[in-house]
């Protein structure tokens, strides 16, 4: 079944409507692979087999009925564990939910439901998404699956080992600063933020709300493309979400096409910081796309060298407020400390055990961010360097139709390796972070590995707000173009995964 | 728990050395059919926990959703305060920690309330008009209900443990406040009652809330400072949260400033914190202190996008206000045809609405008024509350007066009726039938009656039939007693009459 | 470094509810003085002149009908809760007892 899991989501929901393979056989087979080869990824939190095969089971029969079916119907998907799903267990990552379930599903799942892909389970993140290595998590880090002592990235760091150790064809992950394209460079997989309000928050519980966007995890361009189409679209439950349609995204990937486009390299996101074979493959990218018929501009970003610093003040001011629902009250951990304790004590040791250092820091930095007498300094100091970077964004994209950058500095690291010094680990978002600042769509594709240590290096293009096919667009062309020179996908050049079971 | 009463000044003595500066947070909840930010009904007593979405209780995830009613509504409620309505506002998180609040915020309004600047008129008992200064009208979500449990008559104090129930927890509030209301003296804790009494009428009037204080769908924090005589600088403030009907808000504020003055007189300062209101003792007792744990962090609500109003808008929400409260005063009063006086003490009494609902349920004007400002305004100066408070409904009041003109029943027995029908014994005429209260129509037995009646008193029948017909009365008297009061004192004395052979 | 002391980051977990210990207050110090001294320059970044942004995408008047939706029972609500009583979310005292 090795040539099944190999394949994209595409190529599968080809095979599905031609009755080549049945969705019990695929789903089957990643179940396979998850229990193969997890034990040494731990890219999931939690596997929902029976569910899942009983909604490919549903799927092989309507398609024997020759009832219509979404394109995607019996393709198994995999959720990141920080969005909500009926019957199964939601934990974010986190202590103070282990064996909360939530009595609703999240938007993006009840389409995921509508659409009948079987749902294999909940992946893996840092604690309420806040890391960028999966580190964080309190049910142990995930593994990259290119070498299994380094980080797969994070927070979506389980979604982005599943999708590349073959355990899943897709899966959703969310992006606050992120999240999403930065575990996709480090495992050399696609991962897609998209425009603020083109999915619906509805159900990903929050970390920082103006920040926050779910999108698709895949092994392709086009499969991102499928996957977006699915879950996008107006939720009248978000009231930030997009009444525009969600655009011709699986066409744009088809079409792929960069003839007479102007693509930007931010000058800011490149040089000191940046690894030497990062800079590299990425030059490689620009070439390929130049000779593809792209004009190659360089546009400046002056203020996003500001950008990390007011990220990490309004994401965790805005977390600090979302996390104050984790009480023990409602739902979820409550910790009695010896005697009669008031609510009170109670709230504060329910938070001290149930919560991780990492959200602790964070819920802390926001509390004082928004504090009397700092707010001004502070939170509001940050938006307005928001508005700072939505302005260069704003005269960048004057020049260009889509920016270009790495999107990491660097390769994956070691683990352990910056898990004690936050600003460290802080700086591996300095790319990514603009893009949510401004709400502006970004994704990520594989870009090769970096002569040095030979790790996946990731390429990020960004659009303008509701542009999200201009990056399907380019993305494609560049997959094509790369994956020639390397004779096949970048994931054929992973190791085998051993030591699974 | 030991009650602690604090030291008071006659309210006389206080008003010759210090001049009271009051203040008023009133929230009031509108009777929109679903929450301010959820699609749950908006209901009051229905089971515990059951009007709730995942959004109530604020489960991971949940995102809130404005209520575009709500929202008109408050626009309303900002016109009819004279207020200016804001072209852009946002919401905002106020940050604390209770376990009534279920994200642990409260989503508000902050920098940029909806409304702001306005001001209304309270006319006084006697006539006098006192201008209040409106300084902001915002949206908010109000809070679970904690009952608390263990220990005495469900007070917070001393209880094991607290029971929270989320139906009400995200019905749509809006906050008034006014500015500091300076200058009106003696007369402040009268004031105090009549501008709470004002935005009852006012938000009643728009149909925004059912205005229903004995519900808590009008609730005032009520803010107290004194400054000595001709001080300019306004003494430290206390705030007495929760004065849930207007009695109370009157008494609270008088008994704050006599509070206070006593304080002041001792030469202490007076200690910025909240009170809480004692219905029992009527009296405040100390709350919480003003501490550094009062930083609500305030910050723009993520979540919601801000509300930007037009004038087109706004203006066709003004269109649709109805008349205001002192133009419908003027046509109550030329309708019902009662003389100024008449209608000032209607006024006064609360009960100008009943009496409209009342003759809108079919009986007249004379009649509405001899019922709220007889019978139950005397039940409800008994009972301490507010005449519209006693559960005394317009229908009740047509049915009863229909069985008084039938000559089923007279205005004594109507009494007794009343009683019946609160005390939960059924509908008027179930009550007559179950109390046996009918008027005795039959005249076999009333002659019976008159007949001893006038065998007891033969002085009295002779002087009757000597002409001196107002002496009749005691006959009828002698009649009603032995018929306990179930006769028809009409027909009771047209039968004595005819009796004695004299004309009535 | 001396921007956040031990009696701050104790104020701060007292309003975020969180309990520390000693060490983690000293700990918690040191980390939000580096964290803090590395991202306070934003506040000389922008003038005056510059208005906040706090949504990324400009939107306003997003209104719900005043429609009633679908509700939780009452089982349902209370199904994750660690404690309940009488169909209600049972919390320990609110104040400390005498
Ligand atoms: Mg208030
Ligand atoms: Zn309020």
């Known amino acids: 079944m090795t040539e099944l899991i190999h394949l994209s989501a595409d190529a599968l929901s080809q095979k599905l409507a031609a009755k080549e393979v049945s969705a019990v056989e695929a789903t089957q087979a990643y179940l396979d692979r998850i229990d193969a080869v997890d034990g040494a990824i731990n890219a999931f939190l939690h596997v929902n087999t029976d569910e899942a095969l009983l909604v490919a089971a549903g799927v092989d029969k309507a398609r024997t009925d020759g009832d219509t079916l979404h394109p995607l119907a019996g393709v198994p998907i995999a959720v990141k564990d920080l969005i909500v799903t009926k019957g199964q267990p939601t934990t974010a990552g986190s202590r103070i939910l282990e064996g909360w379930q939530s009595p609703y599903d999240a938007t993006v799942v009840r389409k995921l439901r509508a659409a009948r892909m079987p749902i294999l389970g909940k992946t893996n993140l840092d604690e309420f998404a806040m890391g960028s290595s999966t580190e964080h998590s309190a049910y142990g880090p995930t593994r990259n699956p290119w070498d299994l002592d380094r980080i797969p990235g994070g927070s979506g760091g389980g979604s982005a080992a599943a999708v590349a150790a073959f355990e899943a064809p897709l899966a959703l992950g969310t992006d606050t600063g992120g999240s999403i394209r930065q575990p996709g460079a480090v495992t050399g997989t696609v991962g897609v933020k998209p425009t603020y309000g083109g999915v619906s928050r509805y159900g990903a519980i929050a970390m920082a709300s103006s920040l926050d966007q779910i999108g698709p995890v895949s092994r392709t361009v086009l499969d991102s493309a499928l996957l977006h189409e699915v879950i996008g679209g107006h939720d009248p439950h978000d009231s930030t979400s997009l009444t525009d349609p969600v655009g011709a995204l699986v066409e744009a990937a088809r079409l792929g096409q960069v003839e007479g486009m102007r693509i930007g390299v931010i000058k800011e996101l490149q040089g000191e910081g940046y690894q030497a074979g990062v800079l590299t493959r990425f030059h490689e990218s620009l070439d390929l796309l130049r000779s593809a018929g792209a004009e190659i501009v360089e546009v400046s970003c002056p203020n996003f060298r500001y950008a990390l610093s007011a990220y990490y003040l309004i994401m965790p001011s805005e977390a600090s407020s979302n996390l104050a629902k984790y009480d023990g009250v409602r739902f979820g951990l409550r910790v009695v400390p010896e005697g009669t304790p008031t609510i009170e004590r109670v709230m504060g040791a329910t938070r001290a055990a149930g919560f991780g250092d990492e959200v602790k820091r964070r819920i802390i930095l926001g509390t004082y961010a928004l504090s009397a007498g700092y707010y001004d300094a502070y939170y509001g100091s940050a938006q307005k360097v928001r508005t700072l970077i939505q302005r260069d964004f704003a005269a960048a994209f004057e020049q260009a139709d889509v920016l270009i950058s790495p999107t990491a500095p660097t390769t994956a690291f070691k683990l352990g390796e910056k898990l004690d010094d936050p600003l460290a680990m802080y700086l591996n978002d300095v790319a990514t972070i603009p893009a949510n600042m401004a709400g502006v769509p970004g994704l990520s594709l594989p870009g090769g590995l970096a002569d040095e240590d030979g790790l996946p290096v990731g390429i990020q293009l960004l659009a303008p707000a509701r542009k999200d096919a201009r990056l399907y667009r380019v993305g494609a062309v560049l997959e094509s173009l790369l994956e020639a020179t390397w004779g096949g996908p970048l994931l054929a050049q992973a190791p085998e995964i051993t030591g699974g079971k | 728990m030991t009650a602690v009463t604090d030291e008071v000044l006659s309210f006389d003595e206080a008003m010759e050395k210090y001049d009271p500066v009051l203040g008023f947070e009133v929230h009031v909840e509108l009777n929109t059919r679903t929450k301010m930010f959820s699609s749950a009904p908006n209901a009051f007593g229905d089971v515990p926990n059951t009007n709730v979405t995942p959004v109530d209780l604020g489960l991971p995830g949940v995102l809130p959703v404005v209520n575009g009613v709500a929202v008109e509504s408050a626009i309303k409620i900002g016109l009819a305060l004279n207020c200016r309505i804001a072209e852009k506002c946002y919401f905002a998180r106020k940050n604390y920690f209770y376990p009534d609040t279920p994200k642990n915020f409260q989503t508000s309004q902050f920098e940029d309330p909806i409304a702001y600047d306005g001001s209304i008129d309270i006319e006084l008992a006697d006539g006098t008009v006192f201008t209040v200064e409106i300084e902001r009208a915002h949206m908010e979500e109000d809070a679970g209900k904690l009952t608390h449990m263990g220990g005495a008559t469900g007070r917070i104090q001393g209880a094991e443990f607290s029971l929270v129930d989320y139906n009400r927890a995200g019905v749509p509030l809006i906050e008034i406040v006014t500015k500091p209301i300076v200058g009106a003296g003696s007369r402040a804790p009268e004031l105090a009652k009549a501008y709470v009494a004002a935005i009852r009428e006012i938000v009643k009037n728009l149909g925004v809330s059912d205005a229903r204080m004995e519900r808590g769908n009008v609730r005032c924090d009520a803010n107290v400072s004194l400054k000595p005589k001709g001080q300019e600088k306004f003494g430290t403030r206390t705030e007495t949260k929760n004065v849930n009907s207007l009695r109370a808000v009157e008494h609270a504020v008088r008994y704050e400033i006599q509070r206070h003055a006593a304080v002041l007189d001792s030469g202490t300062p007076i200690q910025q914190e909240t009170r809480h209101w004692h219905e029992d003792t009527r009296s405040t007792t100390s709350g919480r202190p003003k501490s550094d744990a009062d930083d609500y962090r305030y910050f723009p609500e993520p979540d919601l996008v801000p509300v930007v109003t037009n004038d087109a808008w706004i203006e066709k929400l003004r269109a649709e206000l109805p008349e205001p409260p002192a133009e419908r005063r003027k046509r109550l009063q030329a309708d019902w045809g009662y003389s100024d006086a008449e209608f000032r003490d209607v006024v006064n009494a609360g009960v100008m609405s009943s009496i409209e609902d009342t003759v809108a349920a079919g009986v007249s004007a004379a009649v509405a008024r001899k019922w709220w400002m007889g019978e139950i305004s005397r039940r409800a100066k008994l009972a301490d509350v507010e005449p519209a408070e006693l559960g005394v409904t317009p229908e009740l009041i047509v049915e009863l007066n229909a069985l008084i003109e039938s000559g089923k029943i007279n205005d004594k027995l109507s009494r007794d009726v009343l009683d019946g029908v609160l005390a939960g014994e059924g509908t008027p005429a179930e009550v007559v039938e179950k109390r046996g209260l009918a008027v005795v129509s039959d005249d076999g037995p009333l002659l019976e009656a008159i007949d001893g009646a006038l065998a007891a008193q033969p002085d009295v029948a002779d002087k009757i039939r000597g002409g001196k017909v107002q002496a009749v009365g005691a006959i009828v008297g002698g009649v009603m007693k032995a018929t306990r009061g179930q006769a028809d004192a009409g027909r009771v004395r047209e039968l004595i009459l005819q009796r004695l052979g004299v004309e009535g | ?98």
């Not at chain 3, 060490?23 to 970044?45: P, Q, T």
């Not at chain 3, 809760?81 to 609110?94: E, H, L, Q, T």
């Open chain 3, 1 to 98: 470094m001396a921007e956040i002391n031990r009696d701050d980051v104790a104020h701060l977990a007292r309003l975020a509810h969180i309990d520390m210990t000693d060490d983690e207050l000293d700990r918690m110090a040191g980390e939000l003085g580096g964290i803090v001294d590395a991202i306070k320059s934003v506040s000389e970044v922008a003038g005056d002149d510059v208005p906040a942004t706090s949504h990324p995408i400009p939107l306003s008047n997003v209104f719900r009908d005043d429609v009633v939706g679908e509700t939780l029972s009452n089982e349902e609500a209370l199904l994750g809760a660690p404690d309940n009583a009488d169909g209600r979310f049972k919390v320990p005292a609110i104040l400390d007892g005498e």
